[in-house]
């Protein structure tokens, strides 16, 4: 049980770090944007959406948009819910470019409260790198199946794997491999890295250790799969993968043959 002072500590670093990286969010973030993890979500949807023509979808943290974007396509009505004003205004912003704003409604709140005033039920609720950044992660996810209607999914993605940051490999081939990968991505992006480092300098001091605090303490998914059990849920698909690196075929040698498991994903349904 986390404690309301660090609870709220937690959620105060959460607005101030995705409110200042809010424009740059998918240029500094390659593990979450380069070409394997988008693909990894985009089959993820496929499969969901050919299970059923899901019409109303949550999507929790929407961010800048990663999976709102994709969810699209499926045409669904979307509720889109996040703390920052400056993350959903990105996402605005490109709904705008393809002319498909009203087809999603934003809500800027913390999903405690939005679950508390929440009137209505959800045939598909998605997250994707959310879960870690609440305080009480588990008591939220019990509240989300509860706004499931039956036989409705819920898509967890891009979650850290337990206490995998402090267990990291250090095989040889592992080192080589990130240090192909970081001198790679200096290469070929160093004037968007040179743009990144320019922003950074008039940004205030970001302490991740608690926007990210699950993460370095280590982040429970037996717990998750636990916790969607006792919720009447039944886990359709549990994939974890290499999330680390830049590039995507390096995440997707890393998952295949080194079978390096960094982050996951589960669908459930109800």
């Not at 039956?150 to 206490?163: K, M």
């Not at 993968?241 to 996951?264: A, P, R, V």
Request: charged share 30%; aromatic share 12%; proline share 3%.
């Amino acid at each position: 049980m986390i404690n309301p002072e660090l609870s709220k500590k937690i959620i105060d670093e959460n607005i101030k770090v995705h409110t200042f990286e809010a424009k740059v969010y998918r240029q500094i973030h390659p593990e979450v944007y380069n070409w394997y993890q988008q693909l990894l979500i985009r089959k993820d949807l496929k499969k969901i959406f050919d299970l059923n023509h899901y019409q109303t979808v949550l999507d929790v943290g929407c961010g800048t948009g990663n999976i709102t974007l994709k969810l699209l396509r499926h045409r669904p009505a979307i509720d889109a819910v996040d703390l920052s004003q400056e993350m959903l205004e990105v996402l605005r912003i490109e709904l705008q470019k393809v002319r498909r704003e009203k087809d999603v409604r934003f809500f800027k709140m913390e999903i405690e409260a939005f679950i508390q005033d929440c009137k209505k039920k959800y045939d598909l609720i998605t997250m994707s790198s959310v879960l870690h950044h609440f305080p009480d992660y588990l008591r939220v996810l019990q509240k989300l199946c509860s706004l499931l209607n039956p036989r409705g999914i819920l898509y967890v993605t891009h979650e850290p794997c337990g206490q995998y940051h402090l267990l990291r490999e250090k095989g040889l081939l592992k080192k080589l491999l990130k240090k192909i990968d970081e001198e790679l991505y200096d290469l070929f992006y160093h004037k968007r890295i040179r743009k990144i480092s320019a922003y950074y300098k008039n940004l205030p001091v970001r302490d991740c250790s608690y926007s990210d605090y699950h993460y370095f303490q280590g982040f429970q998914e037996e717990q998750v799969k636990q916790e969607l059990l006792r919720s009447g849920l039944k886990i359709i698909q549990y994939h974890p993968f290499c999330s680390e690196l830049n590039f995507g075929l390096s995440n997707l040698f890393d998952t295949i043959f080194l079978k390096t498991q960094s982050h996951f994903q589960i669908i459930a349904q109800k």
